[in-house]
């Protein structure tokens, strides 16, 4: 079974925002992510824009710690500024999904976070 969890974001200029936050539940051994985020930016009249896809997946037996299975993959960066992207970790349990921003612009950010998993 898929889920899909979506979400809206300013990130203010300098700033590095969480996208999401996913807690990896007891009972599934395996989950599959895919992660996409569009991003738009505009000042001193200078339009910039971002489209990112990332793949990755997260092991856990027996409700023990959770784990990267390798490491993600981007699919899709096209990008106007290098200096925005995506950081995806781990801690603890939880998957963290954070956009960094401009530091000299607010930036608007639109993610999907799609996920498959096995039970254990």
């Not at 200029?13 to 505009?42: C, E, Q």
């Not at 096209?78 to 930036?107: H, M, Q, Y």
Request: aromatic share 10%.
């Amino acid at each position: 079974m898929s889920n899909v969890i979506t979400k809206q974001l300013t990130v203010l200029a300098g700033a590095t925002t969480n996208l999401f936050t996913y807690t990896i539940p007891d009972g599934y051994a395996v989950f599959g992510f895919t992660v996409t985020a569009v991003a738009r930016a505009s000042t001193g009249g200078v339009d910039e824009a971002a489209h990112y896809e990332t793949k990755f997946s997260v092991k856990r037996f027996n409700s023990g710690t959770p784990t990267m299975i390798g490491s993600p993959v981007p699919i899709v960066v096209n990008e106007d500024d290098a200096g925005w992207g995506l950081n995806i970790s781990l801690s603890g349990s939880e998957v963290i999904i954070d956009f960094v921003g401009d530091a000299a612009a607010s930036v608007q950010v639109q993610g999907e976070l799609m996920f498959i998993r096995r039970p254990s």
